[in-house]
């Protein structure tokens, strides 16, 4: 069995711990700063890259050249194409930001979903964006980025965050695209067998409203188009009878890859006893 390793660092990427000496409004203003960059690029805004970028820049991720002036032809040259070819553009997507920052340097940190139509059919790729940046002259400018393609393990471990802010939402529709048809469930509360349909419904009802959630001890094995993933979802929010909860489960998830796209197979969860 193939043994996909790494996956517990993407967890502590994607933690809420690992903010405390960026202060909110700063990790806001460099979201928006990542995600201007990304318009500009879409928007062929030759004179906003030219700001963002810092003269001394550097691309170390895999396939990219690696100073400013290739960067910025190289994003052009997509804009171009793209404009001459707009059937063909992908469309690119930002969440899961993490970001590290002091009041001169920054780190930046996030998934990058890139999808398109290829002969009528629908392609997507999955990338983790790094960006490091420094202020200098009083404005944010990126000087390094160091992303990658993510493996099987690594889209997963996004796959359960995403799971767990579906459910945060209320997200019904997320749970339609991402469980198998033949799910099966394990309640760590009742040890309740439960499918698809069920779960759906559950969630509807807003019986049980998840408002606080934290993975860790994340693992992925992956063998073929099956997966298992292992960890522990600290949970809080609110029962049937209005009673506040504050659980921590061991959980053991399983994925199939169906036409490409991973889906939740089963689920079987173990609430952790505190001593």
Same mark, same amino acid.
């Given at each position: 069995?193939?043994?996909?390793?790494?996956?517990?660092?993407?967890?502590?990427?994607?933690?809420?711990?690992?903010?405390?000496?960026?202060?909110?409004?700063?990790?806001?203003?460099?979201?928006?700063?990542?995600?201007?960059?990304?318009?500009?690029?879409?928007?062929?805004?030759?004179?906003?890259?030219?700001k963002?970028?810092?003269?001394?820049?550097?691309?170390?991720?895999p396939?990219?050249?690696?100073d400013?002036?290739?960067?910025?032809?190289d994003?052009?040259?997509?804009?171009?194409?793209?404009?001459?070819?707009?059937?063909d553009?992908?469309?690119?997507?930002?969440?899961?930001?993490?970001?590290?920052c002091?009041?001169?340097?920054?780190?930046?940190?996030?998934?990058?979903?890139?999808?398109?139509? +290829?002969? @009528?059919?629908?392609?997507?790729?999955?990338? !983790?964006?790094?960006?490091m940046?420094? &202020? =200098?002259? #009083?404005? /944010?400018?990126?000087?390094?980025?160091?992303?990658?393609?993510?493996?099987?393990?690594?889209e997963?471990?996004?796959?359960?965050?995403?799971?767990?802010?579906?459910?945060?939402?209320?997200?019904?529709?997320?749970?339609?695209?991402?469980?198998?048809?033949?799910?099966?469930?394990?309640?760590?509360r009742?040890?309740?067998?439960?499918?698809?349909?069920?779960?759906?419904?559950?969630?509807?009802?807003?019986?049980?409203?998840?408002t606080?959630?934290?993975?860790?001890d994340?693992?992925?094995?992956?063998?073929?188009?099956?997966?298992?993933?292992?960890?522990?979802?600290?949970?809080?929010?609110?029962? +049937?009878? @209005?009673?506040?909860?504050?659980?921590?489960? !061991?959980?053991?998830?399983?994925?199939? &890859? =169906?036409? #490409?796209? /991973?889906?939740?197979?089963?689920?079987?969860g173990?609430?952790?006893?505190?001593?």
């Open positions: 069995m193939k043994r996909l390793l790494a996956v517990t660092i993407v967890g502590l990427l994607l933690s809420g711990l690992a903010h405390a000496e960026c202060p909110d409004a700063d990790r806001k203003a460099l979201e928006a700063l990542d995600r201007s960059w990304a318009e500009a690029g879409r928007t062929g805004n030759r004179a906003m890259l030219d963002i970028y810092a003269d001394d820049f550097q691309d170390l991720a396939g990219n050249r690696a400013r002036a290739a960067a910025i032809a994003t052009m040259e997509t804009y171009e194409y793209d404009r001459a070819h707009p059937q553009a992908a469309k690119n997507s930002y969440d899961h930001y993490v970001i590290h002091t009041p001169d340097t920054a780190t930046i940190t996030h998934r990058l979903v890139i999808s398109g139509m +290829d002969s @009528g059919k629908p392609w997507s790729q999955q990338r !983790r964006s790094v960006h940046l420094e &202020k =200098r002259g #009083g404005a /944010w400018q990126v000087v390094g980025n160091a992303g990658h393609p993510l493996d099987d393990a690594g997963l471990v996004y796959l359960e965050h995403d799971w767990n802010n579906a459910d945060m939402r209320g997200d019904a529709a997320w749970f339609e695209r991402n469980y198998a048809g033949d799910f099966s469930g394990v309640s760590s009742t040890g309740k067998m439960s499918g698809k349909a069920e779960d759906i419904a559950d969630l509807k009802a807003g019986k049980y409203k998840m606080w959630a934290q993975l860790s994340l693992d992925a094995r992956v063998e073929g188009d099956a997966a298992v993933v292992t960890g522990i979802n600290h949970v809080r929010g609110t029962d +049937d009878k @209005g009673q506040a909860f504050d659980r921590r489960v !061991r959980f053991t998830d399983t994925f199939i &890859k =169906r036409d #490409g796209e /991973w889906r939740v197979w089963a689920s079987q173990t609430q952790i006893q505190d001593k």
